[in-house]
């Protein structure tokens, strides 16, 4: 028997249309889309409502939501140097593990149903996302100028041997050197050998500003991206958050490796990084996601307001209305998202695939009239019309409220802990 059957919603399937149709889940996986009169443990009714293949956060910090609304309105460096590192440095596993759930709650709660994060106390994000139901994949963040450069090398090796393909198959675990300015190329080059080794992928911040990348032209005599080549790091399946300030050499390069982009508009714009050149991008046939970055410098986790702002951000920077159209848009906050991280049959509606649905109630009167469906999904949506969400064949999220996490306890944890890191 079936295990959910969601009946008459109007559904985006893989081709790229919404049909008014049903669809059926067995166990983790889509069964069947269409018509459907098996009978099934559960139906749920979706009359006026948009099912979509659940969000995919290809670049976050999840616990950094602790400290929203601590440190705004400065330059990137300032910003982590002389706030959020030394506010990191008082940071617990437990805090960790509390921030991540608070992060999971806000993201499960806006329909994104796999994130992928890079943070410490990596364990403790691990059993974060075991015991919520979300789908990630983790990375353990190494910097290789700080004192814990081979703690944090030896901590990836044993967290990628206890959590990969854990909870379920719901988690993978990728390396995450921060960024070349963090990690001198004699550490990338001990990341490598570990990548090799362990056959895992890398998770990398790569020129997010023009300092960044001015620094590494003067003290390499080439990008960052050209850095990376050289140093093997884009050998092995690697996923680059930003990529703001790349040239049309680098996106070559990046092509050539099949480099994966993490595209953070809000991020971007926010610590006014820059606007990455993704149409360029997406023309060179790179695959780009969609990401929020850390809540810190956001300062929420919500992909469908990084959906709208991709589809705003480069009509208004090219002074072209055609840039990233709304279709396009919800591609990348989904398909292309999970493409970007590497996973397999997830981001699509479409039997065989991973079972990760969001569900979103058109009732309100921003969704009237409905002549396209996408571009009321990327224009006019809002989190709050996020009805229902399934991971892996489990409703996370029924009628708004979560099944899996406690949100009042939560909500009363991460005020106390939050208030005590920025204490000095
Ligand atoms: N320093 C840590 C590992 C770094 S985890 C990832 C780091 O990325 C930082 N981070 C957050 N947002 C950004 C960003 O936009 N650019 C660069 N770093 C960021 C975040 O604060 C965190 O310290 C250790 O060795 O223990
Ligand atoms: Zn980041």
Known sequence: MLNIVLKGGDVLCADGQVRQTDLAISGSIIAQVGNINETADRIIDCRDKLLIPGF??????????????YADDMMLMDWLQTKIWPAEENLTGEDVYWGT????????????TCFADMYFFMPEVAKAVAESGIRAVLARGM??????????????????????NGADGRITIMLGPHAPYTCPPDYLKKVTALAEKLKAQIHIHLSETAGEVAECQKQYGKSPIALMNE??????????????????????????????VAHNPGSNMKL?????????????????????????????LDMLEELRLTAMLHKVHRLDPLAIPANKAVDMATCKGAAALGLDHVGKLEPSYKADI????????????????????TYAANASDVHTVI???????????????DQERLLAEVDRRGLRLVKN
């Open 143 to 164: 910097a290789g100028v700080a004192p814990t450069a081979n703690q944090a090398l030896a901590e990836s090796e044993s967290f990628y041997k206890e959590w990969n």
């Open 101 to 112: 759930q608070l992060a999971i709650a806000e993201m499960l709660k806006s329909g994104t």
């Open 231 to 260: 140093l093997g790091v884009l050998d092995h399946g690697v996923l680059a958050a930003h990529c703001v300030h790349v040239s049309s050499e680098d996106i070559a390069i990046m092509k050539e490796k099949k480099v994966r």
């Open 391 to 405: 991971v892996n064949g489990k409703v996370l999220l029924d009628n708004h409220q979560l099944t899996t996490i």
């Open 56 to 69: 995919v956060n290809t670049h976050t910090h999840a616990a950094m939501t602790l400290f929203r609304s």
């Open 358 to 377: 969001t569900i979103l109630d058109m009732k309100e009167p921003h969704w009237h009239p409905r002549h396209d469906r996408l571009s009321l999904l």
């Open 272 to 300: 006014a990084s820059g606007v990455a050149p993704v149409p360029d991008m997406l023309a060179a046939g790179i695959c780009v996601g969609l990401g929020t970055d850390g809540a810190a410098s956001n300062n929420n």
